[in-house]
């Protein structure tokens, strides 16, 4: 029996497998698929930022047992594209069509003193380590390094609890979201009183300090690293044409290789004629969804499908100031404050996957258009 493995089992790892699933109920074949994740859970990675780390995860056996999806508890190591194995845990395991899904992960800074110290938000380890630390504390002091998506998430949600000092080497906040919400997220950031060092970076992590690159020592009971995310290291394995964040460039279908798909952020896939996809689960669902349906379908006779995500937003948290979502590439403001909240709320309601009905899992993997509030009507269909 063909045999389609998937490496991952993050947003992309796991629509990978209920793609695949979709492909070959509508083939009415035979197919094996195996997802290889070493972790029981699908941590929905964008709400780590929220208070109960916890509440973050769902049961991968509920996801992938109701559509017949094998779940191999084990890590990658190798990926053997010219004899089609990949090793999971020691043991090589043989597929036909495998689809990359292994994520990102932060970028750790390498020569930082007091490396060891600093706290993060990229996975649920991190996240529980980082809530220990703070529980119980009043009128705690944390340093968040890195003004992006992620640092502006931690930083506004963490005012909540005492001070807050931003730091970026940008001289600007949210470089990465351009000017649109700018004036919106710095109003927010003011409300809630979250001081920022920009063009500035930190020299040393210590237990309960941080030393910035000026020289400036800054009391904290935390330093919560948020700058930079990369590829993980497997696509390495798969070419050497990566792009800037590591990852594997692949055509409409998500093919990198004759018999490897990639999706996820290990892929470098267009959006359109001007933009790739961006490392977020956005744009990981939907590759996820196409790049496993298109590897089993390589294998049961059935016509490939295009990938063609919903347009482009973001919906960025901003604690108890509300929330601002942006439409477009040149991210316009369509909502803040409470109204932006509402949606960020709806948002991340609509990222946990069905579980325990084969039939909504299946359904949910057919659509990969999905437009979010604010685009006209007739832009609002599912393909």
Request: aromatic content about 4%.
């Amino acid at each position: 029996m063909a045999h389609v493995v998937i490496i991952g089992g993050g947003f992309a790892g796991v629509w990978s497998a209920a793609g695949a699933a979709l492909a070959r109920r509508n083939a009415g074949a035979d197919l094996r698929i195996t997802l290889i994740a070493p972790d029981e859970h699908l941590v929905l990675r964008p709400r780590l930022y929220e208070p109960e780390p916890d509440l973050a995860r769902v049961d991968l056996g509920r996801i992938l047992a109701p559509i017949s999806v094998d779940h191999r508890r084990a890590r990658v190591s190798t990926i053997d594209t010219a004899r089609r194995v990949v090793v999971a845990g020691g043991e090589e395991i043989a597929y036909d069509r495998l689809v990359l899904a292994a994520g990102s992960a932060l970028v750790r800074p390498r020569d930082l003193p007091g490396a060891e110290r600093l706290f993060d938000i990229d996975t649920l380890e991190g996240a529980r380590r980082l809530t220990a630390r703070l529980r119980g504390r009043k009128d705690c002091s944390v340093v968040v390094v890195g003004a992006g998506f992620v640092g502006l998430e931690a930083a506004t949600e963490l005012a909540a609890r005492g001070r807050v000092l931003l730091v970026d080497r940008s001289p600007v906040i949210a470089q990465p979201l351009g000017p649109g919400p700018r004036e919106a997220i710095e109003a927010a950031l003011d409300g809630l009183g979250v001081e920022r060092r920009l063009g500035t970076s930190v020299a040393e992590a210590g237990d309960r300090h941080a030393v910035l690159s000026d020289g400036t020592r800054v009391e904290a009971d935390a330093v919560v690293w948020a700058a930079g995310m990369r590829s993980s290291g497997l696509t390495r394995q798969i070419s050497d044409r990566l792009d800037h964040l590591g990852r594997v460039p692949v055509d409409r279908w998500l093919r990198a290789l004759p018999e490897v798909f990639a999706a996820g952020d290990t892929a470098a896939a267009a959006f359109d004629a001007g933009h790739t996809v961006m490392q977020a689960c956005q744009h990981a669902t939907p590759l996820g969804k196409v790049a496993g349906y298109n590897a089993a379908a390589d294998l049961l006779g059935v016509p490939p499908r295009d990938f063609t995500p919903g347009p482009y937003v973001t919906c960025l948290d901003l604690g108890a100031a509300g929330a601002v979502f942006t439409r477009g590439w040149d991210r316009r403001v369509m909502a803040s404050g409470p109204e932006g909240k509402e949606i960020k709320r709806r948002i991340n309601q609509a990222i946990h996957p069905p579980v325990d009905d084969a039939e909504k899992i299946l359904a949910a993997a057919d659509r990969v258009y999905i437009a979010l509030p604010f685009f006209p009507r007739d832009e609002e269909t599912a393909a």
